[in-house]
């Protein structure tokens, strides 16, 4: 661990989307591509799958409505309505055939999260092929940003850092690279069931998005370590935010033991993942 650590914190690691932007039942990106595609039914019936990370009453409601798609009988199931799934229901038991307007129940928020999950999921699989294929080389027609916030190609023999390389997330106003990666875009989004015309363009679609660039690697900020011994499991390694709040002061551990922790100090930009990062040093695999 103190290896890929110390490798993760001068080199980097692969800047994905974390596992929490696809929702706790993993499957906000497939609601996405549905509203996307403008099939609302597939979107709704994916919110109303059963799954592990729901609640028990939740789970318990949404099992009824697949077993007898009758929305007002599964809402009494549920404690409290105005979740997700309840905000779906209580629509569909205004009207049990108006899928989109179930949607539309949603937050927008919540709507464009789907869509963007849908854009990540993508962006993950894309660069996951360009890690495989090509390591950590930086290739002839990659992208970087430049000072102005737009982005260019690198030419021929152009010399660039790969954590200076960005790769765009699927839309309807993005440059792909004019290399090997622009193919992959294609065949993930065939493998997945989608396609660009999926993110559209203003006034063609209800949701459409326009796309963005993000790095494909990143260097964490103030990176630090310090590998702690210690004894008893629950022992208190750290102070919290609460002790702060309340003004208690911790001087730190014992320092003592047959146990050991590593214990790391960092600061990531907004969007960036911690759980990326940490999956890193542990060399957590990523689906």
């Known amino acids: 661990a103190v290896v890929s650590t110390q490798s993760t914190g001068d080199k980097g690691f692969i800047n994905y989307f974390g596992l929490q932007r696809f929702g706790n039942c993993g499957n906000t990106h497939t609601v996405g591509k549905a509203i996307l595609q403008q ?19 939740v789970k318990a409601a949404v099992e009824q409505y697949n077993a007898t798609e009758d929305p007002a009988e599964a809402l009494k199931l549920m404690k409290y309505k105005n979740c997700i799934e309840g905000l779906v229901l209580s629509s569909l038991a205004r009207d049990s055939r108006n899928f989109k307007q179930a949607i539309k129940t ?20 894309v660069v996951s092929r360009r890690v495989q294929q090509f390591g ?21 023999g152009e010399v660039a ?17 004019s290399n090997d990666c622009k193919q992959f875009y ?31 690697i990143f260097k964490p900020l103030s990176f ?3 590998v702690v011994r210690y004894t008893d499991a629950n022992e208190k390694l750290t102070s919290t935010d609460l002790d702060k709040i309340m003004g208690r002061e911790f001087d730190g551990p ?31 695999a990523i689906e």
């Open 224 to 226: 630090d370590t310090k």
């Open 186 to 216: 294609s065949e993930v989004l065939a493998e997945v069931g989608g396609s660009f015309e999926d993110f559209c363009g203003p006034g063609g679609k209800e949701f459409n998005t326009s796309g963005a660039y993000r790095n494909i």
């Open 254 to 284: 014992a320092n003592v033991g047959d146990r050991l922790a590593l214990q790391l100090r960092f600061s990531l930009p907004k969007s960036c993942y911690a759980t990326m990062l940490l999956r890193e040093i542990s060399r957590g």
């Open 106 to 125: 949603l937050h927008y928020k919540q709507q464009t999260l789907y869509t963007h999950a849908f854009q990540s999921y993508v962006w993950n699989r």
């Open 161 to 177: 850092g790969v954590e200076e390389v960005v790769m765009p997330l699927p839309g309807y106003d993005i440059v792909l690279p």
């Open 136 to 156: 950590s080389a930086v290739l002839p027609g990659d992208l970087v940003m430049t000072s102005e916030g737009t982005v260019r190609e690198l030419r021929e």
């Open 39 to 57: 099939d609302y039914a597939s979107a709704v019936r994916t919110i109303l799958t059963p799954s592990t990370g729901q609640k028990p009453d």
